[in-house]
């Protein structure tokens, strides 16, 4: 089954302590995104990748950092988590003419 | 700037009354226009990809169509297992691929 898998699923973390996100996608695909969900603001891009070692920011990339070593996994690490921070965290997949998949999310909370 | 306004914010309809949501967009060179699915706690569920105005696309009680400053998805006879939030994106033209989203319509149906 094509699929885009994020871990974890909820995570519950302290201000300054270094998270990762990670995401996978078996679909083959070049592109890559990461997007934060909040409240009334809706989906807003953090990063992006457009194939190996290519990476650049999105509309949100303040407090993030991604890499991208293989086509199929792309992380997102917080060094210093804030509250801000606090949020739902979607991995994406891109290929052209089938569109993106969805990763199911990460509850993320900074206390 | 790149802008998704979606409306209504939420809607609630009573099984079987047909109704519409709204996407007006203002983008530079769209590439395409997207309709997703959310369910609460899990990802953007793919549902239609328009390209060009005139365009049509359907799935079962979903329609949606596309002029060139806004979408409808029309919805038909709805069930209450159609009640999530429509989510509205566009591409814009250039290299990122990125999507930029509405805040959503949150349609509830009532049997």
């Known amino acids: 089954e094509a699929q885009v898998t994020q871990n974890p699923r909820y995570l519950i973390t302290v201000t300054g302590k270094k998270l990762t996100v990670t995401c996978s996608q078996n679909?083959?695909?070049?592109?890559m995104s990461w997007y934060r969900q909040d409240p009334g603001l809706g989906l807003r891009q953090i990063y992006y990748s457009m194939n190996v070692e290519v990476t650049d920011k999105g509309d949100v990339p303040e407090g993030y950092k991604v890499s991208r070593k293989e086509k199929r996994n792309f992380p997102l690490i917080l060094e210093s988590p804030s509250p801000n921070q606090t949020s739902l965290y979607f991995c994406a997949s891109y290929r052209q003419g089938y569109g993106y998949t969805f990763g199911s999310g990460t509850r993320l909370t900074v206390v | 700037e790149d802008q998704v306004t979606q409306s209504p914010e939420a809607l609630r309809l009573q099984e079987g009354e047909s109704s519409s949501l709204n996407c007006s967009y203002t983008v530079s060179g769209l590439r395409g226009l997207f309709w997703y699915r959310q369910d609460p706690g899990k990802g953007p569920e793919f549902l239609f990809t328009l390209y060009s105005a005139g365009e049509e696309k359907e799935k079962e009680r979903l329609k949606a169509t596309l002029t060139k400053k806004e979408s409808f998805l029309h919805i038909t006879a709805p069930k209450p297992e159609d009640s999530a939030t429509y989510l509205c994106a566009v591409q814009a033209g250039g290299a990122t691929n990125k999507l930029i989203f509405g805040t959503g319509t949150l349609l509830a149906v009532q049997p």
């Open positions: 679909m083959n695909h070049e592109y």
